[in-house]
């Protein structure tokens, strides 16, 4: 599966984009993606092998004209209800975005994701989508309100992902966006 854009094609991931993919992940520069931390080149390799099996909802953002991988954007299927049972529609998604530094602020991450939800919404049968970015992080707020999506509220303290200089949690503030697809313009 692939989605073409103007200037972008998301596809899946391939070995080859270990080099790529180490680029940005070797310093990842919001702390969400601490954790995704690559430490070595064949860290990269053994990460692209895992995810060359994933086609349908995780997919590196590529340059059409040169084929490097900037970035990557996925999402998956969720109930979006905590306490759901097993057979609970699963049409709620909660889409994670990155780009390398050098290819922020040219409208990629827009571009990507605007195509990212059509398919999502069209394709997937996505009746919500809502994503959290941290209260400072106000090029991804920012990217979410360009999206159409709604902010729903502030969780104080709500996720930590790295730790303080003396070991302890550094928890973050958090802002949750979403869009229903009743709500989704998809005009460009």
């Known amino acids: ?8 094609l998301l596809r899946p991931f391939t070995e080859n984009d270990a080099e790529d993919v180490y680029a940005y992940l070797k310093a990842p520069a919001v702390n969400c993606f601490a954790c995704m931390k690559l430490n070595s080149l064949q860290e990269a390799v053994e990460e692209m092998k895992k995810r060359a099996g994933e086609t349908a909802y995780y997919f590196a953002i590529t340059l059409k004209e040169s084929g490097k991988v900037i970035g990557e954007i996925d999402a998956y299927p969720e109930a979006g209800e905590p306490h759901a049972d097993a057979n609970a ?4 998604f909660s889409p994670c975005w990155m780009l390398h530094a050098a290819y922020q602020g ?3 991450a827009f571009e990507a994701a605007h195509a990212f939800f059509h398919y999502l919404f069209k394709e997937k049968g996505a009746r919500r989508i809502y994503a959290y970015t941290e209260e400072d992080n106000l090029p991804s707020q920012h990217l979410c309100e360009k999206l159409g999506m709604r902010k729903e ?10 730790k ?6 550094r928890y973050e503030n958090t802002y949750q966006y979403a869009i229903l ?4 313009k998809d005009e460009f």
């Open 164 to 169: 303080n200089p003396d070991g302890t949690p």
């Open 1 to 8: 599966m692939t989605i073409e854009t103007e200037r972008l």
């Open 89 to 92: 529609v699963c049409d709620t």
């Open 181 to 184: 697809k009743k709500e989704w």
């Open 106 to 108: 040219k409208g990629y």
């Open 153 to 162: 509220g502030l969780f104080k303290e709500f996720v930590s992902f790295v």
